[in-house]
């Protein structure tokens, strides 16, 4: 996903057509598909909180779906990970959600809730840009031109993406790894897996190479933290701690 302007800075752009997906019906299939595969992790990620809190499942996977910001959902599962297992497996988890999972939702929210426009002088791709970006223009060109329904919109092209059929493949790649992943780490915690097997995918989950970077970045954190000299303690203005 580049920015429109090192593909093509000439480009003219076309945003609010409503048959603007309709126009790219491949690209459109495969911007359904990495929504679809968001909408199947985010069930398992309500059954993950529910292995983590097994002693009342029912109710983690209720509070799981009572909140609908993904970063909360995350933040929650977080917690509730930090507060159920060792700290090695915690650290594990951790590094799974924000080195794999995170930028797997990140990039589904582009694609759900962005706005996309087209141009015909790139008739194999889609354009995305941030709604705020969007709206800043529209609402500039109507202040300039009140009651134009075609108001002529200012175009950054550093803030215009260009989507094409690799980016989406890449995109549907990763949210199938998040998803394999995920199903790994949900066998870590699951209480009907015996201790070895439990023990098994969390060895297989902390040794892939994008969490084990993450846990190494952890131990050297740790360890600078460890090395740093104990702080001072306060002293008062008149001479007392």
Known sequence: MQP???????????WGHPNTMAMRPALAAKVAQCIAHWAEIDVFLGAFLGFLLH???AAAVAMYSGIENRTAQLKMINAAAKSCV????????SCFLSAIL?????ERDKLAHWTWGYSDDLPDALLLAEPAYTLEGL????REAPGVERAAVPQNYEKIYVICDPDLDRMIDRSIDAKDHLRLAMGTAWEHNPPQLRAQFLH??????RILAGLNRLARDRQRTQAAPPLLPAIEPNGTE
Do not use: I
Not at 139 to 142: D, E, K, W, Y
Not at 204 to 209: A, V
């Open 4 to 14: 429109l302007s090192r593909v093509n800075p000439n480009a003219v752009t076309n």
């Open 55 to 57: 002693a009342n499942e």
């Open 86 to 93: 060792p700290t090695d497996h915690f650290d594990a988890l």
């Open 102 to 106: 995170r930028p797997v939702m990140r």
């Open 139 to 142: 609402m500039r060109a109507l």
């Open 204 to 209: 297989q989950l902390s040794n892939e190479p």
